[in-house]
């Protein structure tokens, strides 16, 4: 009878082991599970908060300059959120080519806030003539526009 207690005793602390490594091993699989989750849904909220509009007038023969092959787009903020003016929050593609050398300016004010103009300047773009294409994306919100150099 003391035998079968115990090996019971024995089995029964194997188990509450196993059972201790594997609730601490999904404890950490949850908590990093919830942590992705917030900061995805943060991102998530950012994006969807982002909305942006190229106004310029592609008929205006203001959009690139030839003599310092300057490519200039006016986005406007029209999302619900505060926009970064940086560089490196904004992409720009011209003719489906990613550019880096690119400078934004706030036109109408201190921050690129809601209802604001920024001045996106591709530089040392080399457009031949003919029907060209320019793509911003800020914060996912990709935008369009097609012009004639």
Do not use: C
């Amino acid at each position: 009878m003391a035998t079968v207690s115990s090996e019971m005793l024995i089995l029964f602390i194997a188990s509450i082991l196993v059972a201790a490594s594997v609730a601490g091993t999904m404890t950490t699989g949850v908590n990093q599970l919830s942590n992705a989750l917030g900061d995805r849904s943060l991102d998530v909220s950012d994006e969807i908060r982002t909305d942006v509009e190229i106004i310029s007038d592609p008929g205006s023969g203001a959009v690139y300059d030839s003599g310092t092959n300057t490519v200039t787009i006016l986005v406007k903020n029209t999302g619900s959120g505060m926009l970064s003016a940086d560089a490196t929050n904004v992409d720009v593609l011209i003719d489906g080519d990613y550019h880096t050398n690119i400078t934004i300016t706030v036109v109408d004010g201190d921050s690129w806030a809601t209802g604001n103009v920024a001045r996106v300047e591709a530089n040392s773009v080399d457009l031949g003539s003919g029907d060209h294409r320019a793509v911003v994306v800020v914060n996912g919100d990709e935008e369009r526009m097609e012009f004639r150099t």
